[in-house]
């Protein structure tokens, strides 16, 4: 029997309280050199290469799940001017990502969704053409179900565009997977599996890149952009938040400083129509 969960998520609705302060602007600047309002592994170099990929134009229609704050959705509608729906459990990220797109002249090209991205997408099939999920498969309970429900609300021959930065590549000891899980509940998959479960829900995988280097220097650039904010950062978040994001960082670091877990882009383009409930069996 399936169990609603609350719309909660945790840490993250604690971490996107202060997501548009001046100083946690500062943070992201010195982490990843350019603040896109990012609240994940992503670089503004790294989408700019992206956004060809999802093959959107002015009057396509592109749907990013976890969006948290926005930030990628709207880098993305600036440069290609087509609209953008952003689902995400947390209602703070969300009113954020709102202010950002008006800001940033995007408010007219955004629609913001509080949803569980545990549930089945409250959203019609074939109607997107392109689908984004930045860092978000590996906190979903059941990630085959939310790749075939991308499937279903993607044209076909829309793309498909993912990361997961829990990709195990080595040996990772219990102590390390519990400081890594530290935003809610995070499944680490091994390698092939997300191939897999694309190709089950008729995607044809056709990029695939690892990204773990890029990920190391961010995480090298947060955990020293947040150690010279030490002071300001433990009154704005208190001190056992503080303590545990850096612990968390880490940890992020020695697993992909040693090569045991990997953060890895995938790019599927969608097959013939999906109709829901078709191509899950779970
Ligand atoms: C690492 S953040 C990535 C945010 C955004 N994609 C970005 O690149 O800035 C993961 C996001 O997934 C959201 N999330 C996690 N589990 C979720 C769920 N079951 N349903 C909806 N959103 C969820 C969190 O609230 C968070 O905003």
């Known amino acids: 029997m399936h169990v609603p969960r609350p719309l909660q998520t945790g840490s993250y609705e604690e971490l996107y309280e202060h997501f548009g302060s001046p100083l946690a602007q500062q943070v992201r600047l010195e982490a990843y050199g350019k603040d896109i309002g990012q609240h994940s592994w992503v670089t503004a170099e790294e989408l700019e290469e992206n956004v060809p990929q999802l093959r959107l134009s002015g009057l396509g229609r592109l749907l990013d799940l976890g969006c948290g704050p926005c930030g990628p959705l709207t880098f993305v509608l600036g440069a290609v001017r087509c609209h953008g729906t952003g689902i995400d459990m947390s209602a703070h990220a969300l009113a954020v990502g709102r202010d950002r797109a008006a800001r940033q002249d995007c408010g007219g090209l955004l629609s913001v969704l509080r949803a569980d991205l545990d549930n089945p997408l409250p959203l019609l099939s074939n109607t997107f053409d392109a689908v984004l999920a930045l ?3 590996l906190h ?22 993912f990361t997961d930065a829990g990709v195990i590549t080595g040996a990772i000891s219990a102590e390390e997977i519990s400081r890594r899980a530290v935003h809610g509940l995070t499944q680490f998959a091994p390698q092939g599996f ?17 990204r773990t280097a890029s990920l190391l220097k961010n995480a090298i650039g947060r955990l020293a952009a947040r150690r010279a904010h030490r002071m300001e950062l433990e009154q704005l978040e208190g001190a056992p938040q503080f303590e545990r994001q850096q612990e968390y ?7 992909s400083d040693r090569r045991a877990l990997a953060r890895i882009l995938y790019v599927g383009e969608s097959g013939a129509a999906t109709r829901s409930g078709e191509c899950y069996a779970g």
């Open 194 to 210: 997300n191939e897999r479960t694309l190709e089950a829900a008729g995607f044809r995988l056709i990029d695939r890149q690892d």
């Open 249 to 255: 960082l880490e940890t992020v670091i020695a697993l």
């Open 140 to 161: 979903v309970r059941d990630r085959a179900r939310l790749v075939c429900e991308a499937a279903r609300v993607l044209i076909p021959g829309g793309r498909f565009l």
């Open 135 to 137: 860092d978000v498969v």
